[in-house]
């Protein structure tokens, strides 16, 4: 059985998770141009983020965008 993705709770410790909503949720976005401020932003308004903003740190953020970066230049 797939994974529903969009009905998934988010937390900061799935950050795959996290990578493939924002990729649904920006699309045309260049994860080049992204910053950990924005990343931020993004992150804690995505429907089903269910976690502490607080507990987001730096190393985490830059973890997500080089992830995400990976996933989007994926072949």
């Known amino acids: 059985m797939p994974v529903n993705f969009e009905m998934q709770q988010l937390y ?3 950050s795959y998770a ?9 699309p045309d976005v260049d994860v080049e141009t992204v ?5 931020f ?7 089903t983020f269910d976690d502490d903003p607080l507990l ?4 985490l953020l830059e973890q997500i965008l080089r992830e995400w970066y ?5 072949e």
């Open 12 to 14: 900061w410790e799935s």
């Open 18 to 26: 996290i990578v493939l909503a924002l990729m649904e949720a920006q």
């Open 35 to 39: 910053g950990t401020e924005q990343l």
């Open 41 to 47: 932003r993004w992150i804690v308004a995505l429907p």
């Open 56 to 59: 987001a740190h730096e190393a």
């Open 70 to 74: 990976e996933e989007a230049n994926a």
